[in-house]
């Protein structure tokens, strides 16, 4: 049977706290699983060898904003939903980020490498990262990115000219270390954003218009092809709850959205209809 209960769950307020734990787990040899949001698909944050899990969502304060230098640094619980929402106040933005934001921490994200609406511009989101903060499973506490460089003024670069640190950590589930602070790029908010859908008869044809859409650079935020079976299942799943139609789905479905200066996406907009 598969064992998913910890023995303790420790719910740290602090980058020290989270050393000092690792540091006696390591003595009496208790594995530890960091747990952000715990909306990962693949059920990761599961103690799946008891010992403790690491919740990591009492850690939530975005610790700076820079308008200045474009970036922001957050500790590992800060959930999406709370950064859109200090960053929307200030007309910026962090175009990446997971369908399930109001649960999912930055943290969490990172050690997934994470993709979602914005993917199909700004990459996943360790092409955003700047540099972090992580406790190595000896306890001790390292940074990466350009602030590991005593003589960097601000954040500029996650790898700082030299071996990329930060990679590591980027995709690792957590295997390597406990992420506890993230430094990440940040925009200008897009004045506008538009979102459409197109249908194909085969899936040959939605993947040429999305390649188009790439010559021609659209600036297209996100794409999704969908099948039509799969709209029609979800339609008659959820449909009457939502007040949506029912509609004949055609059996290629390609969502778009795109987003930027509002003149660009007028634009944009009538470029693309004229590649359809
Ligand atoms: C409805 C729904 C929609 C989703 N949509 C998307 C989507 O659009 N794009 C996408 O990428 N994902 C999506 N997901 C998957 C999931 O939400 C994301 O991967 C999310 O970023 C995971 O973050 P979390 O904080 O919930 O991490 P958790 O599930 O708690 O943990 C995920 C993994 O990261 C490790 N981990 C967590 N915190 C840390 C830390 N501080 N340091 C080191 N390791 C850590 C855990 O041990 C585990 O291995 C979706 C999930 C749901 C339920």
């Known amino acids: 049977m598969l064992h998913i209960w910890p023995d303790l769950v420790v719910r740290p307020s602090s980058t020290e706290e989270i050393a000092e734990i690792v540091k006696i787990a390591n003595e009496y040899r208790v594995p530890i699983v960091p747990r952000g949001g715990g909306t990962g698909l693949q059920a990761e944050a599961l103690a799946r060898r008891g010992g403790i899990i690491l919740d990591l969502t009492r850690m939530d304060k975005i610790l700076d904003i820079s308008e200045e230098n474009l970036s922001v640094t957050v500790e590992a619980g800060v959930t999406f939903g709370k950064l859109d929402k200090a960053l929307r106040n200030k007309g910026l933005w962090f175009p990446i980020y997971p369908k399930s934001s109001l649960s999912a921490t930055i943290a969490g994200n990172v050690a997934v490498n994470g993709a979602g609406p914005g993917s199909a511009l700004y990459g996943c989101i360790g092409e955003q990262i700047l540099g972090l903060k992580v406790v190595l499973p000896t306890g001790e506490v390292i ?18 000219f030299g071996p990329d640190i930060t990679g590591l950590f980027i995709g690792s589930l957590g295997a390597f270390g406990i992420i506890t602070e993230v430094d990440l790029k940040i925009y200008k908010r897009p004045e506008e954003f538009k979102h459409v ?14 390649r188009q859409l790439l010559l021609n650079n659209i600036s297209v935020l996100h794409a ?13 799943l959820l449909g009457e709850e939502y007040g949506i139609p029912k509609v004949e789905w055609p059996p290629y479905v390609v969502s778009l959205t795109i987003g930027c200066r509002k003149d660009i996406v007028e634009h944009d907009y009538e470029l693309m209809l004229g590649i359809f």
């Open 224 to 236: 999704c092809i969908y099948e039509g079976d799969i709209l029609t299942f979800f339609i008659d």
């Open 143 to 160: 940074t990466t990115g350009s602030m590991a460089n005593p003589n960097s003024p601000r954040h500029y670069l996650r790898y700082a």
């Open 197 to 210: 859908t197109y249908g194909f008869e085969e899936a040959k044809g939605a993947m040429e218009f999305l």
